[in-house]
């Protein structure tokens, strides 16, 4: 017989008084797929929704090497070290092959994950990306109710994983590394479109020289491209995780966007919209979910898949059919 799920409002007075254990625990129940978990983890959310909102919410990613582990590590430390609660969470679609490594993500953050002021969590597996970054935000949110009041995602998958934490946070900080050559070649463009900044890291040594080149290069990119908004031109800076040269600025600009973007109204604008997508995302997932669990469904799309393939049936009147099942 399986263990009743604790109450939603036990859960929530614990994790509003800062017990890591609790939170540790309902994050466990909102990553599972049972429905009673489910269920209380939804009521947990929203009896903690009025205790959110209030932390800086950094999402960090970065090409393969720029050093990704060890910023978070530094900054966070930096962090701490004023007087912050930092938590740091990370969306990784190809965990739902791993399952995800807790003791990979604490080793790479060697300083924070043996800082009391510190929360370090992988994502949890997942069949989707949406469902991965959807579990996420709610992660994010109980992390805010216990009192941290910087929380950072850090992206180590690649494709629409950027997307995904670019749309979950306030700030999306890109890091890059000088002297692997091309230093242009490296980043994305749809990256570079989602960035509030641009970090060059390893400025340090006889890579100081080749990290202000690299700067130049990228601060020359960001000038074809439009600023997603008017009161934020997303800078380009320099800095050294491995020494902590240039953390402290990192952080200010971090800050400075802060208060210009509330100031202007738009931070508040931008969650807003972000509160929709989540919505949006949540029903994608539900859909989802029914065409794979519902048995006469998926018999019903597996014969829409032949027909289509088979030139028998046209894509758009297969999706009609398969959508007059779910009653949409």
């Excluded at 614990?14 to 309902?26: C, E, M, N, P």
């Excluded at 980043?187 to 509030?196: P, R």
Aim: with cysteine; charged share 20%.
């Amino acid at each position: 017989m399986s263990a009743r799920p604790p109450e939603s409002s036990d859960l929530a007075r614990a994790i509003r008084a800062g017990d890591r254990a609790t939170l540790a625990r309902a994050i466990t129940l909102i990553e599972s797929k049972r429905a009673d978990h489910r269920k209380t983890a939804h009521l947990l959310v929203q009896e903690l929704l009025p205790a959110t909102g209030t932390a800086v919410r950094l999402g960090i990613t970065g090409a393969p090497g720029a050093g990704k582990s060890t910023t978070i590590d530094a900054l966070g430390s930096a962090l701490t070290a004023q007087g912050h609660k930092v938590a740091v969470l990370a969306v990784d679609p190809s965990s739902s092959r791993t399952g995800g490594s807790i003791l990979g993500d604490k080793t790479r953050m060697a300083r924070l994950a043996v800082d009391p002021n510190a929360f370090i969590r992988p994502s949890p597996s997942s069949g989707t990306l949406g469902g991965v970054a959807a579990k996420t935000r709610e992660t994010m949110l109980l992390c805010e109710a216990a009192g941290y009041d910087v929380v950072i995602i850090e992206t180590v998958g690649v494709g629409q994983s950027e997307t995904a934490v670019a749309d979950m946070t306030d700030f999306f900080l890109v890091l890059m590394v000088a002297g692997s050559g091309d230093e242009l070649q490296g980043i994305k463009k749809g990256i570079v479109e989602l960035a509030d900044m641009i970090a060059v890291n390893k400025a340090d040594g006889d890579n100081i020289a080749r990290a202000n080149v690299a700067a130049a290069d990228f601060r020359s990119a960001l000038h074809i491209l439009a600023p997603r908004t008017l009161t934020w031109s997303p800078p380009v800076v320099t800095f050294s995780a491995l020494t902590g040269a240039g953390i402290d600025g990192l952080w200010a600009k971090v800050i400075e966007h802060k208060e210009k973007m509330t100031a202007s109204g738009e931070l508040a604008t931008i969650r807003r919209q972000q509160q929709v997508k989540w919505m949006w995302t949540l029903l994608e997932e539900r859909l989802s979910v029914r065409l794979r669990s519902d048995p006469a469904i998926r018999a019903k799309v597996r014969q829409a898949e032949t027909a289509v393939a088979a030139g028998r049936l046209a894509p758009t009147l297969a999706v009609e059919e398969i959508a007059a099942l779910l009653g949409v």
